[in-house]
């Protein structure tokens, strides 16, 4: 048996990591760290099929995981405020809508404003290539870590801060039920000026410049996108084949609902005390501010002498990728 295991482990390091891609695949996990119900909803890309669940509820502490193929790549999200409504049937929540009627999205977009997490597992180089996007507004604290990866861009990302409760007034969304402001428009989604919305004349990294709105993002959450072209400190990258834990309100205390005029700041001990069986969470500012000196290079959307960067340190992690991958093949499938 260990001389199959050294055979098959000295044999894959011979194969291209194609080969490893197409064994390997990803794993989400949602986490419902929130002291409310949170319906997660999930979005293929373009031309990929759409997963066996596009959407579903997680009570407070429920957690689910979702398998996807190693090409996969879309969008994931919770929606807040669902129900059902009792004379037609129809389901519906107040943020993060997707407008199926159903619990299910079924290749339906969230309505904004909506915290985004965006995913693609095999992008350029091989890498998976992640964020999470305030672009499209905000509504609820999502932090995404990523577990088994490797590469220095494979960090936790995300937004602990409770935006709704730092939200201008003519940004906030309300709902009829008196739960106080429950989401936060994007400037763009707002006035729909060219200049917010990175559109027309302002269709490129340098004229679309950051806005006292996506300023104030920026500073709630570091991490995370505040407008179209903030890319600079937002995309992450793993290589090897890394799971995701997604974790909606890592910490309790920004779960409360902003009418309580609660803001306290998350620091990592009280995220760490709340949520003990939660990996560690990365203290933001330091992940800001390494995040920061790694993004000299340029945009990673639109810049090649990036993505030649990110492709230098490719053989590396790649190597790494392969090591990875075969030791959760072989921990999966035992000879
Ligand atoms: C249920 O749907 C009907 C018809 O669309 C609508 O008039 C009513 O306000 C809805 N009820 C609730 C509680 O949303
Ligand atoms: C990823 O991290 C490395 C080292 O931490 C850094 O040199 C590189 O610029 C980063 N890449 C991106 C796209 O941020």
């Given at each position: 048996m260990a001389q199959f295991r050294l055979l098959f482990s000295l044999l894959s390091l011979t194969l291209p990591p194609l080969f490893i891609s197409g064994v390997s695949s990803g794993t989400f996990t949602l986490l419902n760290n929130c002291d409310h119900p949170v319906w997660p909803g999930i979005l293929s890309n373009a031309g990929i099929s759409q997963l066996s669940t596009t959407g579903f509820v997680l009570q407070t502490g429920q957690s689910k995981s979702v398998n996807t193929p190693s090409n996969w790549g879309g969008r994931m999200w919770g929606r807040t405020h669902c129900a059902q409504?009792?004379?037609?049937g129809e389901f519906s929540c107040v943020?993060?809508?997707?407008?199926?009627?159903?619990?299910?999205?079924?290749g339906n977009n969230a309505l904004p404003p909506a915290t985004l997490f965006e995913i693609t597992?095999?992008?350029?180089?091989?890498l998976a290539f992640y964020d999470v996007s305030l672009v499209d507004g905000y509504n609820l604290p999502m932090l995404v870590v990523p577990q088994g990866g490797t590469g220095g861009n494979c960090t936790t990302t995300g937004c602990?801060?409770?935006l709704n409760g730092l939200c201008p007034s003519e940004l906030s969304v309300t709902d009829s039920?008196?739960?106080?402001?429950v989401a936060c428009k994007s400037a763009c989604e707002k006035f729909g000026s060219s200049e917010y919305c990175c559109?027309?004349?302002?269709?490129t990294p340098n004229t679309c410049k950051p806005s006292s709105y996506s300023e104030l993002f920026k500073r709630a959450c570091?991490?995370?996108?505040?407008?179209?072209?903030?890319?600079k400190t937002s995309t992450f990258t793993c290589a090897g084949g890394a799971d995701y834990l997604i974790t909606f309100?890592?910490?309790?205390?920004?779960?409360?609902?902003?009418s309580s005029g609660s803001q306290t700041p998350v620091t990592p001990d009280s995220a760490a005390t709340a949520t003990p069986n939660s990996p560690s969470y990365i203290d933001s500012t330091m992940v800001y501010e390494g995040a920061l000196d790694s993004s000299?290079?340029?945009?990673?959307?639109?810049s090649p002498s990036t993505f030649l960067h990110v492709f230098r340190s490719h053989p590396v992690a790649g190597a790494v990728a392969i090591v990875s991958a075969l030791w959760r093949l072989m921990m999966t499938h035992p000879f």
């Open positions: 409504n009792q004379s037609t943020t993060g809508d997707c407008g199926t009627g159903k619990i299910e999205c079924a597992l095999d992008g350029y180089g091989g602990s801060t409770d039920k008196g739960d106080g402001i559109s027309g004349a302002y269709a570091p991490l995370a996108y505040s407008y179209a072209y903030d890319d309100c890592p910490s309790p205390s920004t779960s409360q609902k902003s000299s290079a340029s945009s990673l959307s639109s």
